[in-house]
């Protein structure tokens, strides 16, 4: 997905350990290149074509590079029940960063077995607040709640996502502490406006909501993702690499939207799409071809190549 606009950053950007391994290979002005350890990238946009499906060079590539010792990591805006896209394509770990960060899935069980392997919730007070505040910032906004297994959105949220809602009910009766779901942790929260600019809602949603919530946006819709302060694809991907011993400078990272800014920014090499949010393109290292052209095979073939 794509869209254009003015984005800020609402995360502070993680740290991981300092690595010295360096590869033979420089960038345009001399500045060395760290062997890349992990592949990190996002789904819809950027790995998926615009038909939800992964090609078979794309496949092909994603293989290869798991079979150099090249981590894959799945890092994503979708929730676990929406991974069967790519369950038929894990290697390895298996492992997947969805909600933006909110949750570390192992996608080895397949569709509908997802295991968490970790867990960044959203307070409930953190997310009424946010309600709270966009609703005055921006009357009319309308909200979903996605939680680890439960989806519940308000009566008048349209129909954006191909499934039926587990309750119909106001933002502040599905986020109280007795509301529905509510032996759940909540991962996001899903505002959308009808009729504002998706980037100006975006900039208006942060102004508002400051630091009670990490705002963002990957839809090409005025949708915003409300997710846990600091909870970002950057900050769980950030952990995820410390347990491995992984630096940001080993790690190569992909995505189209705003919602990648953050990621593209704290990786070594990031690629932005063809088809990226120019935000997007000013946070990446580099570009590659559009989704339609498998622009994140492209990058891990001429990348395995150059190990050679």
């Not at 680890?148 to 502040?172: C, N, R, S, V, W």
């Amino acid at each position: 997905m794509r869209d254009n606009g003015p984005v800020t950053s609402a995360t502070r950007q993680p740290e991981t350990p300092a690595s010295p391994k360096l590869s033979t290979a420089f960038e345009q002005g001399g500045t060395p290149i760290v062997a890349p350890r992990l592949i990190a990238t996002d789904l819809d946009g950027t790995l998926l074509r615009d038909d939800k499906s992964v090609s078979p060079r794309t496949v092909a590539a994603l293989a290869a590079a798991e079979e150099a010792g090249i981590e894959v990591f799945f890092v994503t805006g979708r929730p676990a029940r929406w991974m069967d896209v790519v369950s038929d394509h894990v290697h390895g770990h298996g492992l997947a960063i969805c909600g933006n960060g909110a949750a570390v899935v192992d996608l080895h069980g397949g569709p509908g077995a997802h295991r968490f392997v970790k867990v960044r919730e959203l307070a409930r007070d953190n997310a009424l607040d946010a309600v709270r505040l966009l609703r005055e910032a921006a009357p009319g906004t309308v909200y979903a709640v996605e939680q680890t297994y439960g989806f519940h959105q308000e009566p008048a949220y349209p129909k954006l996502h191909m499934e039926i809602p587990d309750t119909l009910a106001p933002a502040e009766e599905l986020l109280a502490p007795d509301g529905p779901g509510s032996d759940e942790p909540v991962l996001k929260i899903l505002a959308f406006h009808p009729d504002l600019d998706p980037d100006a809602f975006l900039t208006l949603a942060r102004l508002a909501i400051d630091d009670r919530a990490n705002v963002t946006r990957s839809s090409p819709s005025a949708l915003l993702e409300i997710s846990g302060p600091g909870v970002s694809k950057a900050s769980t991907l950030a952990l995820c690499c410390a347990e491995r011993g992984i630096s940001h400078e080993e790690v190569v990272a992909f995505g189209d939207m705003p919602n990648d800014v953050e990621m593209l920014t704290w990786a070594g090499q990031s690629y932005a799409m063809g088809n990226a949010h120019p935000d997007v393109i000013a946070a990446a290292s580099g570009c590659t071809v559009a989704n339609n052209d498998d622009g994140v095979a492209v990058v891990i073939e001429r990348m395995l190549a150059e190990r050679r």
